[in-house]
């Protein structure tokens, strides 16, 4: 009998999954950082990890290299990243005083984040209609850890100290874990498109960022999240008024 030809992979094929392999270390050690008290260094590997979570997406479409294990390995590790160790950098830093009820808002969040990760596997194959952008319903994990770390945030730059009130924090919390299982359509980069003409100030932009990232790092997170959150304040205040134009409409 003839021996059977091995089948062997390109590692080129491999690569979006190494980058997700990568992430997921990252949030993995996120948590070892929060076990010694390194809050700073713990955020920022979660703001890493937030980073390049839509790169293994990216780089499986233009490598033609998605696999069904893939998909599964990029939805494990997004709940560890934005779902388990924000809850735990968030309780650790702020919620453990009142043990009880800080617990409480991080099961909230952890639950929240899970079932939006289980939805979106679930709706992601199905096609947008004829014409729609594309969006995210509710806000996605990424960015809901990124709201959930806001006071911290906040914290590291000097502005509040978020861990003198850990029920408001409790309840930021509450408030994200809400919004990610939300059905609020949410602003998606895949239908960013920049003006030609506009090009020059985005590369000022990115300029900037880099520049606040070496001398002001915890100003720029909390600029970008603030900016962030105000867009979905936008979303949020435009779902209701559609809602309510179309209930006056029925009625």
Not at 103 to 131: E, H, K, Q, S
Not at 170 to 196: C, D, E, F
């Amino acid at each position: 009998m003839a021996e059977r030809k091995r089948e062997t992979l390109s590692l080129v094929m491999l690569l979006p999954n190494m980058v997700t392999i990568l992430g997921l270390c990252a949030g993995l050690t996120s948590i070892r950082f929060v076990l010694v008290g390194r809050y700073d260094i713990a955020a920022m590997l979660l703001v890493f990890a937030a980073l390049i979570d839509g790169l293994d997406g990216l780089l499986a479409r233009r490598l033609n290299a998605a696999s069904s294990i893939g998909g599964e390995l990029d939805s494990l590790s997004d709940f560890v990243n934005f779902g388990v160790a924000p809850a735990i950098l968030v309780f650790q830093f702020a919620l453990a005083r009142d043990f009880a009820t800080g617990w409480m808002f991080v099961l909230i969040y952890a639950c929240c984040c899970c079932l939006r990760l289980a939805r979106f596997n679930v709706t992601r194959d199905v096609p947008l209609p004829v014409g729609a952008k594309p969006f995210f319903l509710g806000v996605p994990a990424p960015g809901g850890a990124m709201l959930a770390l806001l006071p911290l945030f906040l914290t590291q730059y000097g502005v509040v100290d978020a861990r003198q009130h850990p029920f408001l924090y409790g309840l930021w919390m509450a408030l994200v874990a809400w919004l990610m299982i939300s059905k609020v359509p949410t602003p998606s980069s895949k239908s960013l498109r920049i003006p030609r003409d506009k090009s020059v100030l985005v590369l000022l932009g990115a300029a900037v960022i880099v520049g606040l990232m070496v001398t002001r790092f915890w100003l720029l997170l909390s600029l970008l999240d603030i900016a962030y959150a105000a867009l979905i304040l936008y979303a949020v205040l435009n779902h209701v008024r559609r809602r309510l134009r179309r209930q006056s409409r029925s009625s």
